[in-house]
């Protein structure tokens, strides 16, 4: 199969690379010109393996890429696996890897997890192995969201990339993450990096290997995508709730702007509430969409919302589908087939994080989205809707937005996420579809 041009250039920059990360906004074909260009590597050193690193939902759709796009490149030397596996990995099943691809790479954001822990001994297994060969070990990231929040989220990425060194941490956080000091229960004075600094001069800094082009940039023509608010009055009168809001105020105004966590978890109670009390609105739009023969989509950050959503829905007698965490790849995968052949659920409800990477197809029937709520971090909202708005997609996408009238919170999220995608613009990593963008009718 044949690359796009945009596809063409991504792997013309990264055959000239030892680590590089391919960072276009979802849908633009990023996994094919990765493959490309890591089968190009591994058979200039020689023809040695590659190792890709995914989310589970995609390894079919890695095999199948490489398969339809290097086809002279032997599938014996290719291995796909998944985060979770990577712990089963051992020193001997890596030794010949010449190439490592990490596809959705913000996934390892965290120096601490032991997600990174596991992958960074595998990678520098991988580094000695190359050395003593004679060869540098080359390493690929694949990411629509290269950052979630912070620049802090990119630390890791350039670690994994060779960008960074381990002595280096200590330095990169004071110049780029702004640390201040902060009193949390489980640590008394510790230093908060979800900060920002000298923006400016790490985007220069990440501009040599890190490439991230829009739609526009790619040469593709998008059909129209608006938002509507949709303001929901029901006044939230439960004692739960009174308690949440007023605790999480507290905890706000007392740590001038940077809550505790105790005060986030007061927070997510707080949002959850907020959720579930705008159920019946959103069954109520979604029935007026199936009474007028459309699909429809709808996202909640909290699983209560979305299960009490779905089970009204089946009471209406409405087809409807729901996706959650913790099902098998198979049962989800059903879903979303029978949603797409018109044959099962009209309606998907789904939570937001279930419904990230490896879901495409739902375009070709759907192009209406609601969102009962928005996730802290701008990239999952980004994640979500291009479920729907992108490649293939034909129709005007409708993009909903559920309200409660006069709540302040609901106003904090907005002006939360309005910051961190500064930070992303400053990056120049900002998504054209971010919420701010689309409430001010841009995109």
């Known amino acids: 199969m044949n690359l796009f041009q945009h596809q063409t250039q991504a792997v013309e920059a990264m055959i000239r690379a030892e680590g590089f990360l391919l960072a276009d906004e979802c849908g633009l074909g990023k996994t094919a010109a990765v493959a490309v260009a890591g089968c190009h590597r591994a058979a200039e050193q020689g023809g040695e393996d590659i190792?890709?690193?995914?989310?589970?939902?995609?390894?079919?759709h890695w095999k199948n890429t490489f398969a339809a796009f290097c086809p002279q490149f032997p599938a014996s030397k290719i291995k796909v696996t998944n985060y979770e596996r990577l712990k089963n990995l051992s020193m001997a099943d890596v030794q010949g890897v010449g190439v490592l691809i990490v596809d959705e790479m913000h996934k390892?954001?965290?120096?601490?997890?032991q997600r990174f822990a596991i992958l960074y001994h595998l990678w520098e297994a991988m580094n000695q192995a190359c050395a003593f060969r004679g060869h540098v070990l080359t390493v690929y990231g694949s990411t629509g969201t290269p950052v979630y929040s912070y620049p802090i989220?990119?630390?890791?990425?350039?670690?994994?990339?060779?960008?960074?060194?381990?002595?280096?941490?200590?330095?990169?956080?004071?110049r780029y993450c702004n640390p201040t000091r902060r009193n949390m229960p489980s640590r008394?004075?510790?230093?908060?990096?979800?900060?920002?600094?000298?923006?400016?001069?790490?985007?220069?800094?990440?501009?040599?290997?890190?490439?991230?082009?829009?739609w526009k940039d790619a040469g593709v023509k998008m059909p129209a995508l608006t938002m509507t608010t949709i303001e929901v009055n029901e006044k939230v009168t439960s004692p739960e709730y009174l308690k949440a809001a007023e605790d999480f105020k507290a905890y706000y105004v007392s740590t001038g702007g940077k809550p505790s966590g105790a005060g986030m978890a007061r927070f997510t109670l707080y949002r959850r509430l907020l959720a579930v009390a705008k159920v019946p609105a959103v069954i109520e739009q979604a029935l007026d969409d199936l009474r007028g023969?459309?699909?429809?989509?709808?996202?909640?950050?909290?699983?209560?919302?979305?299960t009490a959503i779905y089970e009204g829905l089946v009471?209406?007698?409405?087809?409807?589908?729901?996706?959650m965490g913790g099902q098998t790849a198979k049962a989800r995968q059903d879903i979303i087939d029978s949603f797409i052949a018109a044959k099962g659920p009209a309606v998907i409800v789904a939570t937001t994080d279930s419904i990230g990477e490896g879901t495409d197809g739902l375009q070709r029937v759907c192009h209406l989205v609601n969102f009962v709520d928005h996730d802290?971090?701008?990239?999952?909202?980004?994640?979500?809707?291009?479920?729907?708005?992108?490649?293939?997609?034909?129709?005007?996408?409708?993009?909903?937005?559920?309200?409660?009238?006069?709540?302040?919170?609901?106003?904090?999220?907005?002006?939360n996420l309005a910051r961190k995608e500064g930070y992303m613009r400053a990056l120049g990593l900002e998504d054209t579809t971010s919420m701010n963008n689309l409430l001010k009718g841009k995109q």
């Open 108 to 113: 390892v954001k965290s120096e601490t997890s």
């Open 293 to 306: 023969g459309q699909h429809t989509f709808v996202l909640s950050e909290f699983r209560e919302a979305a």
């Open 188 to 214: 008394k004075g510790a230093l908060d990096f979800r900060g920002a600094s000298n923006l400016d001069e790490l985007a220069r800094d990440c501009a040599g290997f890190i490439m991230r082009r829009s």
């Open 51 to 60: 190792l890709v690193v995914c989310p589970r939902n995609v390894i079919t």
């Open 153 to 174: 989220d990119l630390m890791t990425i350039l670690l994994l990339l060779k960008k960074l060194r381990w002595q280096d941490i200590p330095t990169f956080k004071a």
């Open 376 to 415: 802290f971090e701008p990239a999952m909202f980004v994640q979500a809707l291009r479920r729907l708005w992108r490649w293939g997609q034909k129709d005007p996408v409708a993009v909903r937005r559920f309200v409660i009238v006069g709540d302040s919170m609901e106003a904090f999220i907005s002006s």
């Open 315 to 323: 009471a209406e007698g409405q087809p409807a589908g729901l996706i």
